[in-house]
């Protein structure tokens, strides 16, 4: 049996195995969070495209992202509809299919341009994980600064192999998870596997194959599992109250002006007395901007002088004529003495990208987002009395680059404020707190996760969880959190590992390319000669 043909399917199988794939690695993600299944995911994924061409393989992955990405994002549906969720999820399993077309060749031509056992199931695994970490890194950025959701390492907030974030960062755990993957995949292909021509034979491993094959599995398993969490270094502790007003602040919801800021106001006022640094409350708390309304600035000062420490609020704020989704950092009697512009607002939802040429697709959900945002170009720091602490609002904490900029920066804490209201009881919620569990501990940061409607929650840097508020409920969380000043090796080296994996994923693609067309073009001076029907046509030498 050839390596082609090895383990494949037919292909209305091998669509119907990338479905229940796409199925399966979205449980093991937020709120089913069954981890274990992400490995077991990406593994049927892969097997249904063994045996494919190009093509074929970019038929797979487009059926098992729609699979995976719809399901994933189902969220979208509850207020905006089925049309911003088809087309979501139909861009990001574009990519999706793109990466897994690009798989498929590296999975039949890999085994011929590495023929030795270590390249059969060194390098093909590590080939394999670099491009699927490819097409999660541009999918990340681009276009309209990307959606940096799904991600495979998205999947492990909960899992023992979290705390490897602090290493190697988001794009390296999801090389790894992958990487596991792959490497059971070939180990199933290996006793099927023909040698190259001219490699001796190697075929099959004898009665003890299975017995090797699944030692070296769990070998590769239990060498990550006993990494040790990067070790965290305090620089001292705040205490520091959060207020989650449980107001419906989402896009459709008929508020009278001031009710947002009242409910988070309100929601404060039982901790009037307590002893904090300073208050937190979510992106969009205060609905009427305290830096053009005397009324509502009369409401911070109260809150700020009430309990004796600056407040971190959420407004929209006006600008030069530009509309912005801000974090203010107000101390009473000085007004707003920092502001923090999001830097990345999402597309389609708070700015409209190219609104002339998408309009016409969809006007009516077009016209719903009547206020672009302008995108913020401020820094993410506050300075709270010598606390420093990075600041994101909802999407930036899915930014990479927002992330290593606060780091850069000297964050000792990162305040994450977001609004869900728009998403209800729905997974979105969990899966956004799952990114702010994986940035305590890719960071060494505790992470507040402040919502106006949850889930409200305040991380540790070893990825526990200190504290949590029910959701849709209003209540505060008043904690004393450490503060690092320490630096991750994830932190450290930044981008480069994912540049690093994503470069040998494109190279080994580029090398397996450039053999399936050294094998399909004739030896010179060659003629055909005809072989028995299913054998394919091979050639010979003329004189």
Not at 19 to 44: C, E, K, S, Y
Not at 220 to 235: G, K, N
Not at 432 to 451: D, F, K, W, Y
Request: hydrophobic letters at 50%; a negative charge.
């Amino acid at each position: 049996m050839s390596l082609r043909r090895a383990l494949k399917l037919p292909l209305w199988a091998a669509l119907l195995l990338a479905v229940g794939a796409g199925i399966v690695l979205d449980a093991a993600f937020p709120d089913r969070d069954w981890w274990a299944l992400a490995p077991v995911g990406v593994l049927l994924m892969l097997l249904a495209l063994l045996g494919r061409g190009p093509w074929t393989g970019l038929l797979v992955g487009l059926v098992g992202g729609l699979a995976f990405w719809l399901t994933h994002i189902f969220w979208i549906t509850l207020y905006l509809g089925a049309v911003p969720w088809l087309a979501l999820g139909g861009l990001q399993s574009i990519f999706f299919a793109v990466g897994l077309a690009l798989t498929a060749v590296v999975l039949s031509s890999g085994p011929r341009v590495w023929p030795t056992r270590l390249g059969r199931l060194g390098v093909v695994p590590i080939v394999v994980a670099g491009l699927w970490t490819a097409r999660e890194a541009i999918s990340a950025v681009w276009p309209y600064g990307g959606f940096a959701w799904g991600r495979v390492a998205l999947s492990q907030s909960e899992s023992p192999l979290g705390s490897l974030v602090g290493w190697v960062g988001l794009s390296g755990l999801s090389f790894l998870v992958v990487f596991v993957a792959a490497l059971v995949l070939q180990l199933l292909r290996e006793p099927l596997a023909l040698p190259a021509p001219e490699s001796p034979p190697r075929l099959g491993w004898g009665a003890s194959a299975p017995l090797w094959q699944s030692t070296l599995v769990v070998a590769a398993i239990t060498a990550l599992l006993v990494v040790p969490a990067f070790p965290i270094v305090e620089s001292g502790t705040a205490r520091l109250a959060a207020v989650q007003g449980a107001s419906d602040a989402g896009l459709f919801a008929q508020n009278e002006p001031g009710q947002i800021l009242n409910d988070h106001a309100s929601a404060t006022l039982p901790l009037i007395g307590e002893p904090v640094d300073f208050v937190v409350w979510p992106e969009n708390a205060s609905d009427i901007d305290p830096t053009r309304s005397t009324d509502a600035a009369r409401v911070a000062d109260y809150i700020s002088t009430a309990m004796d420490a600056p407040l971190i609020t959420g407004t929209i704020t006006l600008q030069d004529g530009t509309y912005y989704n801000s974090s203010l950092l107000w101390k009473s009697g000085e007004g707003a003495v920092d502001i923090y512009d999001k830097v990345h607002p999402v597309p389609f939802a708070e700015y409209m990208p190219d609104r002339a040429f998408w309009r016409p697709f969809a006007p009516d959900l077009i016209d719903l987002i009547g206020r672009d945002y302008g995108i913020g170009t401020r820094d993410n720091i506050f300075d709270i009395d010598g606390i420093m602490a990075g600041i994101a609002i909802c999407f930036d904490i899915a930014d990479d680059q927002l992330v290593h900029e606060m780091i850069d920066d000297h964050a000792e804490i990162i305040l994450a404020q977001t609004n869900n209201a728009d998403f209800g009881y729905t997974d979105e919620s969990v899966q956004q707190l799952a990114i702010a569990r994986l940035r305590a501990m890719e960071t060494g940061r505790t992470v507040v996760n402040i919502s106006t409607v949850g889930t409200s929650a305040i991380i540790t840097p070893d990825g526990a969880t200190l504290d949590q508020l029910p959701v849709w409920e209003p209540g505060s969380m008043v904690q004393t959190v450490p503060l690092s000043a320490t630096v991750t090796p994830a932190m450290e080296v930044g981008r480069g590992l994912e540049w690093l994996l994503s470069g040998l994923g494109l190279a080994g693609f580029l090398l397996c390319v450039r053999h399936a067309r050294t094998r399909r073009t004739p030896v010179s001076g060659a003629r055909k000669v005809p072989k028995p029907r299913g054998l394919g046509t091979v050639y010979s030498l003329g004189r």
